[in-house]
């Protein structure tokens, strides 16, 4: 949900679980976090995108495939793993719409290896949302908050969001991860990946079973306004470079949706200085 987690697949996905948490979970000054303050969802708001339903007949968890053959199939769908790991950073653009609210805007993000990430939302009527982790530091800025740094466990959900090659699900960073089952998601079937993380906490990936492609996420992240589960919708893949990438993400927290378009994706041509902190955000670190 950071602007989130971090799309996946290759850098720009991955950078939407950054994504996720920064602006879908509702992180300080996200977007949905700014829309909600601004206005109450209207009773008419867009209902949360669907849930996983089970399947009618439950299916013997010993005949469904396991995590890593999972995974790693859809790391095969969008280019193998080796193209993904020779890629050190990624420069995506696009527009955001917050449906229900009238809302809408643009979003430039960056991030870089090893887990370097900065997130600009633009928002008409509200401004400039600004979010970055420099691999120490998790910090915001927007119109309504002014500058402010995560701390305790959301900063660790930050740096763990954050991972340039989260999407191959290194072992190391779960305390487990198991196939739970075949279901419904999205009006796909899927297979549904439960990973709980090492510092606490479980996510849950969905595949689909025709394509191998990821098709979204359920994940939950502790933010200023309590702990938040958003769900994320994949759709739309096309090619950006050698790398297949969702072009549409939806995500949806706190009965607020909201609809990213990728219009552009760009590899290893981003400029480490640019998470570099504010002048702002250093006067804050200790």
């Known amino acids: ?32 976090s700014i829309a909600a303050q601004a206005q ?26 396991s995590p890593r053959a999972i995974i790693d199939r859809h790391l095969a769908a969008v280019g193998g793993r080796k193209i993904i790991m020779a890629h050190t950073s990624t420069h995506a653009t696009g527009t955001v719409t917050i449906a229900g609210s009238g809302m809408a805007g643009k979003f430039e993000l960056f991030s870089a290896k090893p887990n370097l990430a900065l997130l600009k939302v633009t928002i008409g009527g509200i401004g400039d949302v600004v ?12 119109p309504m908050t002014g500058p402010m740094l995560s701390q305790g466990k959301e900063l660790e959900q930050k740096r ?8 191959l699900h290194d072992p190391a960073r779960y305390a487990s991860m198991k196939t739970v089952e075949k279901t419904l998601f999205d009006g ?19 595949y689909e079973v025709a394509s ?12 200023p306004m309590g702990s938040i589960t958003a769900t994320q919708v ?18 949806t927290a706190m009965g607020i949706q909201q609809v990213l378009t990728f219009t552009s994706i760009e590899y290893d041509k981003v400029d480490r200085s640019v998470f570099e902190l504010p002048a702002e955000i250093k006067a804050l670190v200790k």
């Open 1 to 32: 949900m950071s602007f989130a987690s971090q799309f996946r697949s290759g850098r720009a996905v991955s950078a939407m679980t950054f994504v996720l948490a920064v602006v879908a979970c509702g992180a300080l000054s996200g977007p949905v």
């Open 40 to 65: 109450a969802p209207p009773k008419s708001a867009p209902k949360a995108a669907p849930k996983a339903a089970p399947t009618a007949k439950a299916e013997d968890p010993e005949a469904l495939p």
């Open 131 to 142: 979010e970055g982790f420099d691999g120490t530091v998790a910090w915001n800025r927007s």
């Open 160 to 167: 763990f969001d954050a991972d340039y090659y989260a999407d």
């Open 188 to 206: 796909r079937f899927c297979y549904k990946i439960s990973l709980v993380r090492k510092e606490g906490g479980e996510d849950f990936d969905f």
């Open 212 to 223: 191998g492609l990821k098709a979204g996420s359920l994940a939950t992240r502790d933010t």
């Open 234 to 251: 994949q759709t739309d893949y096309k090619k950006f470079g050698d790398v297949l990438q969702p072009s549409v993400l939806k995500q």
